[in-house]
């Protein structure tokens, strides 16, 4: 079901809780509402759309991928971009990483490491960063 984008930041500064194989409907809604907003959003968080859940979903290889409690393990060759956010008015800098290693969970709860780099990189972090309560 696609959601409302929470634009509360006294709610987005939360830190979101670990998620668990009951929160897969959350999934589902971050996926409809990242879908119904392709057009002005590449990623988002499930606390973008109101629930302060571990959960990140975003474009990835002509698709989308979504992630259970993603961890970074390893960051490499800083940088500085100036990103926008759906919750959010404008755009605003950031300190981003080329490359990361990145740990997470499948709706199954398994657990998944993997490389990503670039701009998939670079989305990923921003939706990390909501999981902690950074508004960039």
């Known amino acids: 079901m696609v959601r409302v984008v929470m634009r509360d930041e006294e709610f987005l500064r939360q830190v979101?809780?670990?998620?668990?194989?009951?929160?897969v409907?959350?999934?589902d809604d971050l996926?409809?509402?990242l879908r119904?907003?392709?057009?002005?959003?590449?990623g988002m968080a499930a606390?973008?759309?109101?629930?302060?859940?571990?959960?990140i979903a975003?474009?990835?290889?002509g698709g989308?991928?979504?992630?259970?409690?993603?961890?970074?393990?390893?960051?490499?060759?800083?940088?500085?971009?100036?990103?926008?956010?759906?919750?959010?008015?404008?755009?605003?800098?950031?300190k981003r990483y080329r490359e990361i290693k990145l740990q997470w969970q499948t709706?199954?709860?398994k657990t998944r490491i993997c490389n990503f780099s670039g701009w998939t990189a670079q989305i990923i972090q921003h939706e990390i960063d909501h999981l902690h309560g950074i508004i960039i």
């Open 16 to 23: 979101s809780a670990p998620a668990t194989a009951a929160d």
């Open 64 to 94: 989308y991928m979504e992630m259970f409690n993603p961890q970074i393990l390893r960051r490499a060759e800083p940088y500085e971009a100036e990103e926008g956010c759906l919750s959010l008015t404008g755009t605003r800098k950031a």
């Open 31 to 33: 996926l409809d509402t």
């Open 36 to 42: 119904a907003n392709a057009g002005k959003c590449v």
């Open 107 to 109: 709706r199954e709860m």
């Open 58 to 61: 975003f474009e990835a290889e």
């Open 47 to 55: 606390n973008m759309i109101g629930q302060a859940k571990c959960i």
């Open 25 to 27: 409907q959350i999934a």
